[in-house]
């Protein structure tokens, strides 16, 4: 489903990008189909997907005039770390896929401009090969799994790699259903059939084949590698995957956690007000106020709507960050003034990524910056930090 109007974007007309739904329209054409609707799509019937993205537009700024504008500062701070605007590139599993080592790309990316890389348990640079590419530290996300020594040893790494904070991904103890998968057969049952469509879809993108799956090194999952020795083909770790979620999770495993992790935590996936209390009272540093962008369960809240409620509960406890649907300078600086301390993206930077690699993710983060400064200029706010209600107008 698409929740981008064309009317926003250089769609057909061959401009250079501009916006980053621009960036959407350029992955579209240079992904075989199954990669770009994986990136793209969401669960179920995509509701909440759009919700996320339809909430934020229905916001509406508050103009404001002759107030001095002419320094604006977006840099903040957010879990201790300094961060030259308010934003944080969000765990993208399979990213490797979208564009060759994409994660290195985006992390180097994300060091120029100031801000943090989060690398995804699920990545396919390996947390080594991406921090040794940078020399701010990552942070690092982990999904709970079956195997906890495997987790346990997924954290030695994280650290020994340097990484300061971990983001543990609370909304996925089962996988959402996600139909553009299961319709492009990389998930649920693979016919004869979709196999066929699905090789037939590679063999329409002849450059994606010689620069990524054939042109770099070889597509396994680097963080996994030490648990598979034998896998080859990037089927061998889903399996394997699919088999580790961890549904008998529950809050105190974040002992374990702490445990095993001495530096800052981030509970991502945080969608509901006593779950963010909770939080709070088992000690984490930080909520992730997310609906993983849609994709996992259909027709719960946007997590712009729910936002202020979380910000309010415990947003004087700990840090406050928000991610779903953020496609411009505008919609952050809207989460910030409903409570958000940051914002992380993901679609944003995988569809960079796809489209013109390092160069694509220097560029969206140059556009935010730059409707973020003219946002603040033209609601006569000078501070990201001083963003609060009274920027948006009220219903
Ligand atoms: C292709 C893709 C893969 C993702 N993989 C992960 C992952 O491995 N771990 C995780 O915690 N979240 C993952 N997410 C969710 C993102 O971290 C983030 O919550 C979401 O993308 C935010 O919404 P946005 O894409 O609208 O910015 C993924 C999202 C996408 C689009």
Redesign the pocket.
């Known amino acids: 489903m698409s929740c981008v109007s064309d009317t926003h974007s250089s769609r057909g007309l061959n401009l250079a990008p501009a916006s980053v739904e621009d960036y959407r329209d350029l992955a579209r054409k240079k992904l075989p189909r199954q990669l770009f609707d ?3 799509g969401g669960a179920f019937q995509e509701v909440t997907l759009a919700a ?1 993205r339809s909430d934020l537009s229905r916001l509406q700024l508050r103009q404001r005039v002759l107030r001095d504008v002419s320094t604006r500062t977006l840099s903040t701070t957010v879990l201790g770390e300094e961060l030259a605007m308010p934003l944080i590139l ?6 490797g896929m979208f564009a060759q080592r994409a994660e290195v790309q985006a992390a180097r990316a994300a060091e120029r401009a100031g801000v943090a890389f ?1 690398e ?4 396919i640079c390996g947390i080594e090969e991406v921090s040794a590419a940078v020399s701010r530290p990552i942070w690092f ?1 982990l ?1 709970v799994m079956k195997d906890r020594s495997y987790a346990e040893a997924l954290m030695e790494n994280a650290a020994a790699a340097g990484c300061t904070t971990l ?1 543990l ?1 609370v909304d ?1 103890p089962v996988v959402g259903q996600r139909y553009r998968d299961v319709r492009n057969g990389i998930a649920g049952n693979i016919s004869r059939l979709k196999r066929l469509r699905r090789g037939l879809d590679i063999a329409r993108h002849p450059s994606w084949v010689r620069h990524v799956a054939i042109g770099g090194k070889p597509l396994t999952f680097g963080n996994l590698e030490r648990a598979l020795p034998d896998a080859k083909v990037p089927g061998d770790f889903q399996r394997w995957i699919a088999s580790q979620f961890d549904p008998s999770v529950t809050w105190d495993d974040l002992e374990w956690l702490r445990r095993n992790w001495s530096g800052k935590i981030a509970l ?2 945080i969608l509901d007000v006593d779950d963010a209390r909770e939080a709070v009272s088992r000690g984490v540093d930080a909520v ?1 106020v ?1 609906n ?4 996992q369960l259909d027709d719960v809240p946007s997590t712009i709507r729910v936002l202020p409620a979380i910000a309010d509960a415990v947003g004087d406890q700990c840090d406050v960050l928000m ?5 411009s300078g505008l919609d952050v600086v809207k989460a910030l003034a409903l409570g958000a301390k940051a914002c ?5 930077w ?1 569809y960079a990524v796809a489209a013109r690699g390092e160069a694509g993710v220097d560029h969206i983060f140059r556009i935010i910056r730059e409707e973020m400064r003219v946002t603040l200029g033209l609601t006569g706010v000078t501070d990201v930090k001083d963003l609060d209600r009274s920027a948006l107008v009220s219903d």
């Open positions: 994986y990136i793209d996320n969000a765990p993208v599993g399979f990213g989060c995804s348990t699920l990545s996300q999904y983001i991904t996925l991502k996936g992730i997310s993983h962008g849609g994709r991610d779903g649907g953020i496609r992380l993206i993901g679609r944003p995988a």
